[in-house]
């Protein structure tokens, strides 16, 4: 049967360096670099990095082919005989697992996320979000870097929602140790000439600190539930008591590791650094930020938000949308051909590495009137892009993220609970974003928290 995608033309990348390829240029600024080069070149390219040769797409069409039509033929690039990447980190978790032992743990995780289940966590996530707003209270007017406070919120959300523990005292020192170990990863799948694990260089040992780290933190989390005996009917009971339905055997400690620190990693980051784009957005276009404002103030009348507010809060969730097409938080998505294959009239050797960039399917000219422009009214109206797989900010087809409900749910959650009680002030001049497994700010995003006076208060007043 002949492939319905349109045919594309294959543009080589110019400048490519003997030995180097274009490794030297794509180290600082990857993302970027990327959205340059499709803009330059088009659609389809070939580039190097060393002597290992990558293919980008950047239009829904292939995009649609790799990740929905045809995942078998492009599978994850992490292999567990030969960890690289982010399996450095994470292991053989639902993220880099691959063929029976992914369809396995992912038959075991998807509950958890069921949309009937995250609505019953709302309070919880409320409750979360109170107790480190009580917190925010001595330091209103100081500077802060959001990006921070946003991770230590979610994590402290994921830790109570789907292990029922609190992280508040492991908190700094947890997004310490994903940092160093996530940056690792990047910089180790991007440079061809990285070292290998096994040498004693300072970076090594301090990659492999942080591991050790954070495994002795996961085991003891899976010791004293185990100790305990209870059941909290979250994530953690769930993988605990989990059986294949095949062999009756349940997740060996391993795989339980594996698991619990890919939903640590991933739960958290990819809505944090959603939070942060959505306030620097919003603290750089005040027509949208007061409109954000008034609706909030509307709707909740200053008490806490609930699960049925979401549904009556629009402009909100555009914000939310529109910020996550401007600054996806998963930008790049890597396959790797296992078999000789053609899409879009583009032949493609076997292990041959495809990034379908998410970031410039977000701003494609074809698909978004305006692209680069913030305008959440986008998606309110009939302006939402004629291809459905031009807006990927969770990934498409059967390796869509799990926990998309959850990451929806809780940004727009935490965007109402916080902006009822605060204004966040922009303190620097420049933001730039910074690939490193998620796309964030570079350098953290700095601001105040100017208190708000809500319509509860002005009625006490």
């Known amino acids: 049967m002949p492939d319905p995608t349109p045919s594309f033309t294959l543009v080589d990348v110019p400048g490519a360096m003997p030995l180097l390829g274009h490794l030297r240029a794509y180290k600082t600024r990857p993302v970027e670099l990327l959205s340059t080069w499709w803009h330059q070149h088009g659609d389809a390219l070939r580039f190097r990095l060393g002597l290992k040769t990558r293919y980008l797409f950047s239009h829904p069409d292939l ?28 292991g053989n978790g639902l993220i880099t697992a691959s063929g029976d032992v992914w369809k396995r743990h992912r038959r075991i995780i998807q509950p958890i996320f069921h949309r009937a289940r995250i609505a019953t966590m709302v309070d919880q996530m409320a409750q979360v979000g109170e107790q480190r707003m009580a917190g925010w209270a001595a330091e209103e007017g100081q500077l802060v870097d959001i990006a921070i406070e946003m991770r230590q919120l979610t994590l402290e959300v994921i830790s109570h929602t789907m292990f029922s523990t609190s992280m508040a005292q492991h908190i700094d020192w947890m997004i310490h140790k994903l940092q160093v170990s996530s940056q690792y990863a990047v910089d180790s799948d991007s440079n061809p000439l990285f070292l290998p694990l096994w040498m004693p260089t300072s970076r090594n040992r301090e990659f492999r600190s942080a591991l050790r780290s954070m495994d002795e933190l996961i085991y003891g989390l899976l010791a004293r539930r185990r100790q305990s005996g209870e059941r909290h009917g979250d994530l953690l009971d769930v993988l605990l008591h989990a059986r294949d339905d095949e062999t009756g055997e349940g997740l060996t400690d391993q795989e339980l590791r594996d698991e619990i620190l890919t939903i640590f990693a991933a739960g958290h980051s990819t809505t944090a650094n959603a939070l942060s784009w959505t306030w620097y957005l919003l603290a750089t276009h005040p027509e949208a930020k007061t409109r954000f404002h008034e609706e909030v103030d509307r709707v909740l009348q200053g008490r806490t938000p609930r699960a049925d507010d979401l549904e009556h809060l629009p402009y909100m969730r555009a914000v939310f949308e529109e910020s996550l097409r401007l600054y996806p938080t998963a930008p790049l998505v890597q396959r790797k051909v296992a078999t000789p294959t053609t899409i879009g009239g583009l032949s493609l050797p076997q292990d041959a590495r495809v990034v379908v960039s998410i970031y410039n399917l977000h701003r494609h000219p074809d698909f978004w009137p305006h692209p680069d422009q913030f305008l959440p009214e986008r998606w ?19 390796r869509a993220c799990v926990g998309l409900h959850f990451a929806s749910v809780e940004g727009l959650l935490l965007l109402a609970l916080i902006g009822r009680r605060y204004d966040l002030l922009l303190a620097q001049d420049r933001v730039e974003p910074q690939f490193m497994v998620t796309l964030r700010p570079k350098g953290g995003l700095l601001m105040t928290r100017q208190p708000r006076i809500t319509p509860a208060v002005s009625a006490a007043r």
């Open 380 to 398: 309110l109206g009939t302006d939402r892009p004629c291809s459905r797989y031009a807006y990927l900010p969770f990934g498409a087809g059967p």
């Open 63 to 90: 995009a649609e082919d790799v990740l929905v039509k045809h995942p078998d033929r492009f599978a994850k690039v992490y292999d567990p005989r030969r960890p690289s990447s982010l399996a450095l980190v994470l």
